[in-house]
Nanobody, 123 residues
Framework: QVQLVESGGGLVQVGDSLRLSCAAS????????MGWFRQAPGKEREFVAA????????RYADSVKGRFTISRDNAKNTVYLQMSNLKPEDTAVYYC????????????????WGQGTQVTVSS
């Protein structure tokens, strides 16, 4: 099990950039596939991006491809989500999640979740 704490959310304008961080506890962070998900009010949690244990593979939702970049620093036990050209539809609570099985876009494949950080994009 790994404990996850997200940070970096906030209120930004359309077109702005923001970087989210997710700090993980424990010494086995490098064993985990990491994902970012988001949930807007009244909507289901949706996949945003995922990264393999050693950053060799990444996956993105079509809605963020070309605008968001997921990365990780295993020495710092941290995964990042760099978001650029933000749009109002990116407004949501963003969660990071961990799993040891595979690079997945499915929320139920992830066992450990952070508490979330709010991102609001104002027009």
């Amino acid at each position: 099990q790994v404990q996850l704490v997200e940070s970096g959310g906030g209120l930004v304008q359309v077109g702005d950039s923001l970087r989210l961080s997710c700090a993980a506890s424990g010494r086995t962070f490098s064993m985990y596939y990491m994902g970012w998900f988001r949930q807007a009010p009244g909507k289901e949690r949706e996949f945003v991006a995922a990264i393999s244990q050693r950053s060799g593979s990444t996956r993105y939702a079509d809605s963020v491809k070309g605008r968001f970049t997921i990365s990780r620093d295993n020495a710092k036990n941290t995964v990042y989500l760099q978001m650029s050209n933000l749009k109002p539809e990116d407004t949501a609570v963003y969660y990071c999640a961990a799993n040891q099985g595979l690079l997945s876009i499915v929320p139920t494949r992830y066992n450990d979740w952070g508490q979330g950080t709010q991102v609001t994009v104002s027009s």
